[in-house]
Nanobody
């Protein structure tokens, strides 16, 4: 069974930083592209960042200069370093991968950016 477990969310002031983690199990992690999504109530779930098995990265424009996605294939863990956070970054952040024919999601971790 593939499992994705996010952590690292919390309350942070504008301009602050958080580092999200996604611990995976049940899959050969190094072979799979991984994604971070986020969702705010009333809005569509948004792809924030992705990283391929060969470490190519992509970001949505709104976070491109502030967020960094990375992966540790030894620890089978995905990360999202988030810097210079703004209230617009407030959302539930989800780890995601396409495993075989299925989309696999974590339960999410809440990020709240507020003074």
């Amino acid at each position: 069974q593939v499992r994705l477990v996010e952590s690292g969310g919390g309350l942070v002031q504008p301009g602050g930083s958080l580092r999200l983690s996604c611990v995976t199990s049940g899959m050969n992690f190094k072979l799979y592209a991984m994604n971070w999504y986020r969702q705010t109530p009333g809005k569509e779930r948004e792809l924030v960042a992705s990283i391929t098995s060969d470490h190519k990265r992509n970001y949505v424009d709104s976070v491109k200069d502030r967020f960094t996605i990375s992966r540790d294939n030894v620890r089978t863990t995905l990360y999202l370093q988030m810097n210079d956070l703004t209230p617009a970054d407030t959302a539930v952040y989800y780890c995601n991968t396409k495993y075989r024919d299925y989309q696999v999601w974590g339960r999410g971790t809440q990020v709240t950016v507020s003074p």
